[in-house]
């Protein structure tokens, strides 16, 4: 399948128009010419990928590579996208899961306790941790995973309901 060079600038175009972009103004944010934001919207066929498109795809905050999916049919992913959570959590976790480093993440099988369900369990760091904090973490997380997957279960508590 050859370059579609019709998709790319159909694409271009509607991302700079939601974008709220004149021809003028992505090309100023991109650090092009003007005639290179209306050479891509043209549409004309080329023999080769313009180096100026990666710098495009930066001003419409694409994902880098984006612009050659989109020639071969394919739609841009955005950096937001490539960034984002998962859609439908709270977003007092949404929240949690941009600070910091991620350290570890474990999911827990709770049909062992009579459940279908798992519980997701994500380690995040301090956004300003010194390595040192880092592996006292790391270490402070496997003593309480240790202390999790030891409890046990109502049967094993010795508690009866009468």
């Known amino acids: 399948?050859?370059?579609?060079?019709?998709?790319?600038?159909?694409?271009?175009?509607?991302?700079?128009?939601?974008?709220?972009?004149?021809?003028?103004?992505?090309?100023?944010?991109?650090?092009?010419?003007?005639?290179?934001?209306?050479?891509?919207?043209?549409?004309?066929?080329?023999?080769?990928?313009?180096?100026?498109?990666?710098?495009?795809?930066?001003?419409?905050?694409?994902?880098?590579?984006?612009?050659?999916?989109?020639?071969?049919?394919?739609?841009?992913?955005?950096e937001e996208e490539a960034a984002a959570p998962p859609s439908g959590l709270p977003l007092r976790i949404v929240h949690e899961l941009e600070d910091g480093p991620l350290l570890d993440a474990t999911?827990?099988?709770?049909?062992?306790?009579?459940s279908g369900a798992r519980m997701i369990v994500v380690v995040k760091g301090a956004p300003d941790a010194s390595p040192e904090q880092i592996r006292a973490d790391l270490l402070a997380w496997a003593k309480a995973q240790r202390h999790i997957l030891n409890l046990p279960n109502d049967d094993e508590s010795g508690d009866t309901a009468d």
Not at 57 to 68: F, I, N, Q, T, V
């Open 1 to 78: 399948m050859g370059r579609d060079w019709r998709h790319l600038a159909d694409t271009v175009e509607a991302a700079r128009e939601a974008k709220n972009l004149t021809q003028v103004a992505l090309a100023k944010k991109a650090g092009v010419s003007e005639s290179t934001i209306q050479n891509i919207e043209s549409g004309a066929e080329r023999k080769r990928v313009p180096a100026s498109l990666h710098k495009v795809e930066r001003a419409l905050g694409w994902k880098p590579g984006s612009g050659e999916r989109v020639l071969e049919g394919g739609a841009p992913e955005s």
């Open 107 to 114: 999911v827990l099988d709770l049909s062992p306790l009579g």
